[in-house]
């Protein structure tokens, strides 16, 4: 008798899900244009992101894929006046040459800033043990419009067509 119940139950799982799979609108994700020949900070930055699930989609649709060798830090954010901050931090490819990084900033569903990294920070290089180039180029400092309360949504670009979401608090 128990094992009937538990075989039971296991079918109405199957099926349950096989229900909601089937009853889920079929999302066509944009493709990237294989035309495109603009680097990837370009084709990210022509697209809207109004938050983190966007990005993931526009990333996807620019042709970039999630990189697991990248980590990043936002050291501040510092208001500068009533319409402006900026933002100092650092991206690095654990794996990279020196090759500079791009770095960009979505607010309110639009690209504000979008700069290249540029020299080192030795206690980043110190901690995660760095080296063969990948210390070199990955401070950034951008300044950008952000209302108090907003928050930006920021990116970081990286060689083979690879990204990764650079989590920031809201702007001061």
């Keep these: 008798m128990q094992r009937k119940a538990i075989i039971g139950f296991f079918i109405a799982v199957v099926v349950g899900n096989l229900v909601l ?3 889920q609108p079929k999302a066509t994700p944009a493709r990237p ?5 603009r680097p990837g900070v370009e084709r990210l930055a022509s697209r809207p992101v109004g938050g983190y699930a966007d990005l993931q989609e526009a990333a996807a649709a620019a042709g970039l894929r999630l990189s697991r060798r990248f980590i990043f830090s936002i050291d501040s954010i510092v208001r500068i006046d009533a319409q402006r901050v900026t933002m100092d931090g650092w991206v690095a490819d654990t794996d990279g040459d020196g090759t500079p990084l791009d770095v960009i900033i ?3 569903g639009s690209a504000v800033a979008a ?13 995660y043990h760095l080296g063969f180039g990948a210390e070199k180029n ?5 300044t950008f419009p952000c209302r108090a309360g907003q928050q930006p949504v920021v990116a970081g670009i990286g060689p083979k067509e690879r990204y990764v979401p650079v989590r920031s608090d809201p702007c001061p």
């Design 115 to 127: 700069a290249a990294t540029k020299g080192e920070i030795p206690g980043v290089t110190r901690y």
């Design 33 to 37: 244009d294989p035309n495109d020949k």
């Design 21 to 23: 799979m089937l009853g």
């Design 138 to 142: 990955i401070a950034f400092q951008l």
């Design 106 to 108: 979505f607010v309110g």
